[in-house]
């Protein structure tokens, strides 16, 4: 079983973003960064690095996956 950890919201809201500002900078609706933020939601590979990119953090800092 794979467990998936987000830690977008403390960056986003380190950069001042709410999750409108964020979605809006990666192309999708709030409602998907409300979902990842709460790690309901395991992004795209695209959608990672679009997030990365706008936050200016690397993909393993801001996404952990526990593969047991």
Do not use: C, W
């Amino acid at each position: 079983m794979t467990r998936f950890k987000s830690h977008v919201r403390q960056y986003r809201q380190f950069k001042g973003l709410t999750q409108e500002n964020l979605a809006k900078k990666v192309g999708v609706r709030r409602e998907t960064i409300i979902r990842l933020e709460n790690a309901k939601y395991n992004p795209s590979l695209e959608l990672a690095a679009r997030i990365s990119f706008v936050l200016e953090e690397p993909l393993d800092v801001l996404f952990e996956f526990d593969f047991e």
